[in-house]
């Protein structure tokens, strides 16, 4: 049976939990007879969840694209405190009526699989004490970006973002790199108290949602609610492992090239982005309009279809590109569901990491448009395994095709080069990053002393312990804070060194067959969440493996292409 899309009213505004009330009602109380009930059910279910969605998403665009804006922070406050847990009870109600329905055996063919296992996950964790609970966690995550939004510098007597400040870091001025360094660090460090308070509250919520569900901390809690059926903790921690053995060398190796190729005594933090030649900063583009031209370019060049996506969403007013004041930091592909269309938002300060984020939040805009004809919402509910997958594979794959952003093919070298340095070098802060989580988590009652602790030692066990900190040291316990995701969504950060392998081992793949390797990325993404991770990772042609031989074999085909290029 087709869904006809009649299910919700074209004219519903949602501006209370009163207008969407009746359709979960509907939903909980309407008989099922049969499979074919039951499958139109799920498919008006999935409707309404759509619709939601995007409400919600929209909602959290526009209060990030303008933190200072009271009333859109409040229309998403409204949301969070007043509907969502009105919905949270009900989708308990409806997870059980579909769980425990007759019919689902008739109804469950493969591409259900994962719903309906993620279903069943749901309603062993759900408990409604703690509804108030995720939403105090979700308001209280909000002013992450509130605190961080309003963070500026003056440098050269103009106030300036931390990202538009970051662009001095590249300055063949040694002097001025540091301090934009020691203006941004301190900038920092004024709202870091007010951080490790955040974080405290958000530590104490979230154990208590965690302990509430019956698990016996909130690791394990997200292990479960993430959906996380394809590894286990001992995955990560062998992931963490691997990364220490087969990758910090390689950093350590490249930072000691770093040092003497500057004729440094001391590697200092404000001196690991500058060109080792004495060339000037990459200007890729001019203004957010000139990113966004160029980037259709740069995507016609490979496929006309990941061009026409980016037009469609131009022409939607889809995109939030350019960085300001008041803007929320980060940047993020926002799917929208019931459109199929998504949202990029960005914080672009015309430097090479802007083109980097732009063609890596594309990648997550094809995947919403590829997924968007799937039957069910929650076969488009991808885990951040295959989401990463998408976006860091076309970083890679548009490589190639950057020559648009940089004309001078040396500077195009250029960019390519510090695109692949910038591979090895996130794999070690991903493995920090998550390391630190599972510490933080499992360890729940711990001080803030011994958190600062804990945030040193693992640093230093991924960083290579090259770079002098000397008379920064007070900054380094407070370093995490940049890390939106410890703050915003925990624990979701190891899937992007999963994709960061899963993206290398596609361009490999790409380098000796680009039309073969492109079919396959646009199958494995039309996938949605229809099948196992490891499974779409072969549709995609690569392998989902966190082992050290694996590992050790892609950083050194990345390493021999950095050698090819340089």
């Not at 689902?104 to 409604?128: M, Q």
């Not at 190639?400 to 080069?417: C, G, M, W």
Request: with cysteine.
């Amino acid at each position: 049976m087709e869904n006809t899309k009649s299910f919700i009213s074209p004219d519903l505004q949602i501006n209370s939990w009163d207008d969407v009330k009746p359709y979960f009602e509907n939903l909980n109380d309407r008989e099922l007879h049969n499979s074919s009930e039951l499958h139109q059910w799920l498919l008006d279910r999935s409707e309404l969840e759509s619709l939601l969605e995007e409400d919600m998403g929209w909602r959290y665009i526009r209060m990030t694209c303008d933190t200072t804006d009271k009333e859109r922070e409040q229309k998403y406050l409204t949301f969070v405190s007043e509907i969502e847990p009105q919905i949270a009870p009900y989708r308990d109600l409806l997870n059980k009526k579909m769980a425990e329905s007759p019919y689902l055996a008739e109804v469950d063919k493969p591409e259900y699989h994962n719903y309906i296992r993620s279903v069943k996950e749901e309603i062993k964790i759900f408990r409604e004490e703690n509804i108030p609970l995720q939403t105090e966690i979700q308001t209280e995550q909000q002013k992450y970006a509130s605190i961080s939004g309003a963070m500026t510098v003056t440098v050269d007597d103009k106030i300036q973002t931390l990202q538009q400040a970051a662009n001095y870091y590249k300055s063949n001025d040694r002097a001025k790199r540091q301090e934009v360094y020691e203006l941004v660090v301190n900038r920092r460090y004024e709202d870091a108290e007010a951080l490790e308070d955040l974080f405290d509250i958000l530590l104490k919520l979230r154990h208590q949602v965690a302990v509430n569900a019956g698990f016996a901390n909130f690791r394990d809690y997200m292990f479960a609610a993430m959906g996380r059926f394809d590894y286990t903790v001992k995955d990560c921690e062998l992931f963490h492992e691997s990364v220490k053995n087969k990758v910090v060398p390689m950093v350590r190796e490249m930072l000691l090239h770093r040092k003497a190729k500057l004729g440094l005594d001391k590697l200092r933090p404000w001196d690991n982005e500058v060109d080792l030649d004495g060339h000037p900063s990459l200007k890729p583009f001019s203004d957010g309009n000139d990113l966004l031209d160029k980037t259709i370019q740069c995507f016609e060049k490979i496929d006309p279809f990941f061009k026409n996506v980016i037009e469609t969403m131009i022409a939607q007013g889809h995109f939030d590109v350019e960085s300001r004041i008041g803007k929320a930091p980060g940047g993020y592909n926002y799917p929208l569901p019931a459109n199929g269309y998504p949202f990029i938002f960005m914080n672009a300060a015309s430097n090479t990491r802007d083109v980097e984020t732009m063609v890596h939040e594309a990648g997550h805009a094809f995947h919403s448009v590829l997924t968007k004809d799937l039957e069910l919402n929650a076969q488009k509910a991808l885990t951040s395994e295959i989401a990463e997958l998408a976006s860091m594979s076309m970083e890679l794959i548009s490589s190639h095709s950057q020559d648009v952003f940089y004309t001078n093919p040396e500077d195009h070298k250029r960019a390519r080069l510090e695109h692949l340095e910038g591979i090895i070098e996130v794999l070690p802060w991903v493995a920090t990053v998550d390391k630190f989580q599972h510490w933080l988590y499992t360890n729940p009652n711990h001080t803030r002393a011994e958190r600062s602790a804990a945030w040193l030692e693992i640093s230093s066990e991924f960083s290579g312990n090259v770079i002098d900190w000397e008379g920064y040291e007070k900054f380094r316990p407070y370093s995490w804070h940049k890390q939106l995701h410890i703050f915003e969504v925990p624990f979701y950060y190891i899937e992007y060194g999963f994709a960061q392998l899963g993206a290398v081992g596609v361009w490999r793949n790409y380098l000796q067959n680009p039309t073969q390797t492109l079919q396959q990325y646009k199958d494995a993404l039309s996938l949605g969440y229809t099948k196992s991770i490891p499974d779409i990772y072969k549709t995609a042609g690569v392998k989902f493996d966190f082992s050290e031989n694996y590992i050790g074999e892609l950083v050194a085909f990345v390493n021999e292409q950095m050698k090819s290029i340089s």
